[in-house]
């Protein structure tokens, strides 16, 4: 027990703690939602080894991403795997290279993606797992297009759902219509309307066994 300035600080549920002058302090704060801190990912190291067949491309209309190869020719099972653990960067130009060099692979991937969803979970996760609102707003916008990139891709997600749901449900009720400021600072979105899109994004591609495995995980979320 401490006192400050005459006052007790007993803790709670104590007898000490209903005697006068007592003030009962709340527990402390879990840090539950407070962002981790993240070492430098080996997508990092690749693209500053200049192993990596990226960089950045100014012109009149700002910044984009310059191949050196065509995308077509890449080795789906190497390359994009290794760009999804970039989703952790939140520095310039990693974080930029990363998340635009995941959506142009999967807009041009077709069928090459399908076989390399197995090793997309643990980057997923584990940029989810950093809390970081930055980060985990792109990996969600990353996650909705990833399910619509390419026939089964969506099933195939199925199985890993239990191993990046946990997230989903510790921020699903981060949303800025509860007043809530939790939100990106390049889009300004709502974390926990995010996770909602992409929960019902997921169902969609899924099917009935992807409601079940979200419904077991989060058992609030309900369809649209």
């Given at each position: ?119 997309l ?9 950093t ?44 949303k ?49």
């Amino acid at each position: 027990m401490s006192r400050t300035k005459g006052k007790a600080k007993p803790d709670g549920f104590t007898v000490k703690a209903f005697m006068k002058n007592s003030v009962v302090e709340g527990p402390p704060s879990t840090g539950v939602f407070h962002p981790l801190s993240s070492k430098p990912t080996t997508f990092r190291t690749y693209y500053e080894r200049r192993e990596l067949p990226i960089a950045v491309d100014y012109n009149s209309r700002g910044k984009n991403i310059a191949w050196k190869v065509d995308i077509e020719k890449l080795d789906y099972q190497y390359y994009l795997p290794l760009l999804f653990h970039g989703l952790c960067e939140t520095e310039y130009p990693y974080e930029f290279l990363a998340r635009q060099g995941i959506h142009d692979m999967l807009t041009r991937g077709g069928p090459k993606i399908l076989p390399v969803v197995p090793k997309l979970i643990i980057p997923i996760r584990n940029a989810m797992n950093t809390k970081n609102h930055q980060v985990m707003c792109t990996t969600l916008r990353i996650v909705q297009h990833l399910v619509a990139s390419a026939d089964g891709v969506g099933v195939a997600l199925v199985p890993y759902l239990k191993r990046i749901l946990p997230v989903f449900n510790l921020f699903k009720n981060k949303k800025r219509n509860l007043g809530d400021a939790i939100e990106s600072r390049r889009q300004r979105e709502s974390i926990g309307d995010l996770i909602e899109e992409t929960l019902q994004t997921l169902e969609h591609y899924g099917g009935p066994d992807a409601f079940k495995q979200i419904k077991s995980m989060i058992p609030t979320y309900s369809p649209a």
